[in-house]
């Protein structure tokens, strides 16, 4: 079997994916064939209804598929908050049809939950490589003021049309190289998690994710070109990056805390000249930041560590509690950083039998992570050959933002990541000094 048909097998919820050129055209024969003698009804946005929209409404009926007209989000400021997600849902009540997604992340998500919401599923049609979200489990989305992943199956079906692909805007494919790029990190985090028996390495899901990551990442020049070949092999591995989150019903095998900072700046609202930034894009900075904060993470003798000192200085619950309560006081999601702390909390003697691990295992961890990670000079490189952004002030931060964002980051998710071996050794402030001090890569005068 190819690596596209054992991710599949692997994933229970797509059933079919078409991955080439002029693959749009294979619309009908898809749907046909995953939603026997159902209504169709295309949903998108203003700008992709041009693009690829009123084509694939062509092609259903001229195949004799039921079609109902398509709705058209027509907000220019459209993006994945739940109040879409009301909107598309109160729409499918009145109807039966099955939802076709033409779009990129924003619209697929939209559809994915509001068609669960219905109890229904979809199908999708990508128009941009973008991010790995067309095939995961579940949907990223904003509510209440924090961004929120809500469990929801992926498509029944995926059709991928490079032609269309090709030419969507460069940034667009800047985006979805660093988010796929990014799996290196979230591997990283992964790595750390196995060896300190936090969260076991689901071989089935990494094998998917990691097996044809550098061979997807080879090419960041052709990629920014629109080179048919290396976007077809980043789309491919953006595909299989959700088939893997299909697989272990967990965005564990593509997000580390690389996404934890792209989470927080959706959350804080933050934009770049007024307008937001795109999720990739952030992700950009915060895999080159995670990256950096590896290297020194390398650079320390863990089997030294002392761990007694480690304990006497660890927080009570209720001290982490109300040190996040008065993190986040001032936002709109103040009781995020009590719960997602509490939820990964662990007691002084079980942190003694962690740290233990560590001293007892790192030479074997450092080996493990100098082999999955990229060198940073490596990273912005290919970063910047591709056109995403290397510098935190190219997506409208500061460095001194971009510090705290360390500091804050852990708080709002429950996922172990090198963020949390920061906090629990010790050395985040040391580490953060490495980086932001004199003569580190982001030096604060």
Known sequence: MTQIEQALKAADETRELILRDNAIKETARVFKKQFPNKNAIVVTDSNTYEIAGRQIEYILKNSGVRTLPCFIFTQ???????????????????????????????????????????????????????????????????????????????????????????????????????????????GADWILAHHLDVEKIDPISWSIVQDGLQDALANPEGAA???????????????????????????????????????????????????????????????????????????????????????????????????????FADTDFPNIGYTEIKAKYIERQALAKQLELLKNRWDIIRKDLKSQLIPYNEVKRRLKAVGAPTEP????????????????????????????LAVRTGYMQQWLDALFGKNGIWEIQ
């Open 393 to 420: 002030e190219q997506i409208g931060l500061s460095r001194e933002q971009l510090k705290e964002s360390f500091i804050r980051a852990q708080y709002i998710r429950r996922r172990f990541t090198v963020l949390d």
């Open 225 to 327: 070109r629109g080179d048919e070949d290396a976007i077809t092999r980043l789309t491919k591995g953006l595909m299989l990056s959700g088939f893997a989150m299909q697989h272990a019903k967990s965005s564990r095998p593509a997000s580390g805390a690389e996404h934890q900072f792209s989470h927080l700046w959706n959350m804080e609202h933050h934009t770049n000249q007024g307008k937001s930034v795109p999720h990739g894009l952030q992700v950009s900075i915060g895999m080159l930041a995670i990256t950096a904060f590896y290297e020194e993470v390398l650079k320390t003798d863990f089997s030294s560590l002392d761990i007694d000192k480690c304990c006497a200085n660890w927080d009570s619950l209720s001290v982490a509690q109300e040190r996040a309560l008065k993190m």
């Open 76 to 186: 220019p400021d459209i993006y994945a908050e739940y109040s879409f997600i009301d909107q598309l849902t109160d729409f499918l009540k009145t109807n039966d049809a099955i939802p076709i997604a033409v779009g990129a992340g924003t619209i697929n998500d939209l559809v994915k939950l509001s068609s669960h919401n219905v109890g229904r599923r979809y199908m999708c049609i990508a128009t941009a490589a973008s991010m790995d979200g067309y095939t995961a489990f579940g949907a990223s989305i904003t509510a209440n003021g924090a961004k929120q992943t809500f469990n929801c199956p992926a498509p029944q079906a995926v059709i991928a049309d490079i032609s269309i692909i090709r030419q969507e805007p460069k940034w667009m494919t800047a985006s979805g190289y660093a988010d796929l790029f990014a799996k290196i990190t979230a």
